[in-house]
């Protein structure tokens, strides 16, 4: 790129070999990721502004790059441009939290979505970091999370034990994460995105700015806090008189009575006496009326003790 309007085609990355200001006129989509820009930003004329950035003014100076052309989408890395930028008669625009070091501003846009919000963690960090279209990445045992921007990214990750970052810009990302025992904090920013969290990972949605996003957080299998069935319990008894302890899932709850915490999977602990022949009782002398509750908040099995890889190391130092 020179200082002078050049024609360019295809998708654009602003890397900082650029003389600034810069001006980027009439791209498809443009995506600004954190600490891109070192200076003032103004969007201009967009269909679409999803930012987490807050708006206000900015006075950017007249440009010294213009680019232009057939472009279709437009990125900007952190470093991106060495000073003020222009983004002009973009379709969608998605500014990451804290892209402009000065100030933004959003002038005549059909639609603007807009929250205050703090970039979770350095871009730089993520055990997933993917910009761009139609990408796919993946990750065991991550220590840090997933930041995604663009469009139609597919991530995996798998056996998270550590609390994350998930952070989504642009439209139909798939998140993915399965793992046990972590929080993870979901910063959504555009539109069409799904974030699912396995079942035993708890979720806190931090931002979502923009529309037609889902964080799908799958419920924990009531059959994994069921230590002994009812089943399993009366055939242990065998023939004679015995007490017998089972548990089966408690219908009609949405919280639980033991802890008091809004559960997915709540078990009632019964207790019985009663004489068994092969199995079946045939007189009962005793049984719990009012069984005792438990759910996946305060149930002794819905605890997992073993270690990860990493802990497993950290120990043997």
């Known amino acids: 790129m020179t200082n002078q309007p050049d024609s360019y085609d295809g998708d654009v990355t602003l890397t ?14 443009v995506f600004l990721r954190t600490d891109s820009v070192d200076g003032d930003l103004e969007v201009r004329n967009a269909e679409y502004v999803f930012s987490h950035q807050p708006t206000g003014d900015a006075s950017p100076g007249d440009p ?15 470093g991106g441009v060495t000073g003020d930028a222009v983004v002009a008669d973009a379709e969608d625009v998605f500014v990451a939290a804290g892209t402009a070091s000065g100030d933004l501003a959003v002038v005549a846009p059909e639609n603007v979505y807009s929250d205050d919000v703090d970039a979770p963690r350095d871009p ?45 810009v642009g439209h139909d990302h798939d998140v993915e994460i399965t793992g046990r025992g972590a929080s993870v904090s979901v910063h959504l920013l555009g539109y069409d995105n799904t974030v699912t969290l396995g079942p035993y990972l708890s979720g806190e949605v931090v ?38 302890t089972y548990q089966v899932p408690a219908e009609g709850d949405d919280w ?16 019985m006496e009663a004489f068994f022949v092969f199995g079946y009782p045939l007189k009962t002398y005793d049984q719990s009326t009012n069984p005792a509750k438990e759910c996946e908040h305060c149930s002794r099995s819905a605890f997992d003790a073993s270690l990860s890889e990493r802990e497993r190391k950290d120990v043997l130092k």
């Open 64 to 78: 010294e790059t213009v680019v232009s052309g057939d472009l279709g989408d437009g990125y900007a890395e952190p």
């Open 16 to 29: 900082g070999h650029e003389d600034a200001p810069v001006a980027l006129r009439d791209p498809e989509d």
């Open 207 to 244: 931002a979502d700015t923009g529309f037609d996003n889902e964080v799908v957080e799958e419920p924990y299998p009531v059959e994994e806090l069921i230590e002994t069935s009812k089943d399993e319990a009366f055939d242990r008894a065998g023939f004679g008189r015995r007490k017998v």
């Open 256 to 271: 639980c009575p033991n802890c008091g915490e809004p559960a997915d999977a709540i078990v009632a602990r019964h207790q």
């Open 124 to 168: 730089d960090d993520y055990d997933v970091s993917l910009t761009g279209w139609k990408q796919s990445g993946t990750a065991s045992d991550p220590d840090t999370g997933v930041r995604v921007s663009g469009a139609h990214h597919d991530v995996t990750v798998e056996k998270a034990r550590t609390d994350l970052d998930v952070y989504v």
